[in-house]
């Protein structure tokens, strides 16, 4: 698994891991408990694009990221999108 920091948002940690355009694996370390869980359960296995492109737009408590921002973040860069 492979780490990334986070900016401005509760997790400060996101790690994962993909293959052939699938996000195998994601782990928030910093956030809530119960959200991380049911990040991990609803996205293993999904198709990066479809993370990207489904939830990019969400913000958190208009800071201007969120931690799903900031995993698609890591997913483009991951991709070169």
């Known amino acids: 698994m492979?780490?990334?920091?986070?900016?401005?948002?509760?997790?400060?940690?996101?790690?994962?891991?993909?293959?052939?355009?699938?996000?195998?694996?994601?782990?928030?370390?910093?956030?809530?408990?119960?959200?991380?869980?049911?990040?991990?359960?609803?996205?293993?296995?999904?198709?990066?694009n479809k993370i990207i492109n489904d939830l990019y737009h969400i913000e958190c408590r208009e800071r201007g990221t969120s931690c799903m921002r900031e995993l698609c973040k890591i997913l483009m860069q991951l991709t070169g999108r």
């Open 2 to 48: 492979e780490m990334y920091k986070t900016n401005g948002v509760c997790a400060k940690e996101i790690g994962v891991e993909v293959e052939n355009g699938i996000l195998r694996k994601v782990k928030f370390f910093g956030c809530c408990d119960g959200d991380s869980k049911a990040f991990e359960i609803l996205l293993k296995d999904m198709e990066i």
